[in-house]
Nanobody, 114 residues
Framework: QVQLVESGGGLVQAGGSLRLSCAAS????????MGWYRQAPGAQREFVAT???????NYADSVKGRFTVSRDNAKNTVYLQMNSLKPEDTAVYYC????????WGRGTQVTVSS
């Protein structure tokens, strides 16, 4: 079992920045990939970014150049630095860990006002 706890969401104006954090606990030695997904109201959950234990990253086209995913293996924590935020980035952001089972956090709300 893996437990994930997100933090760092909030309300920000367009063009602003936020940093999300996700702390993992439990069977962390089995985690391969960690990352972030988001779900806007009335929409399906979508991929945002992932990072492997070796630091290989992958991003959705919609966030490339604006978001940066990073990982501190010593702290069992993954981060999502979000810059140049847009109103369309408004969503609940979920942390994900693959072992290869999928584990999810409860989510943190990010709201970007225009």
């Amino acid at each position: 079992q893996v437990q994930l706890v997100e933090s760092g969401g909030g309300l920000v104006q367009a063009g602003g920045s936020l940093r999300l954090s996700c702390a993992a606990s439990g069977s962390i030695s089995r985690i391969n990939v960690m990352g972030w997904y988001r779900q806007a109201p009335g929409a399906q959950r979508e991929f945002v970014a992932t990072i492997t234990g070796g630091g290989i990253t992958n991003y959705a086209d919609s966030v490339k150049g604006r978001f940066t995913v990073s990982r501190d293996n010593a702290k069992n924590t993954v981060y999502l630095q979000m810059n140049s935020l847009k109103p369309e980035d408004t969503a609940v952001y979920y942390c994900n860990a693959k072992t290869p089972f999928n584990y999810w956090g409860r989510g943190t709300q990010v709201t970007v006002s225009s």
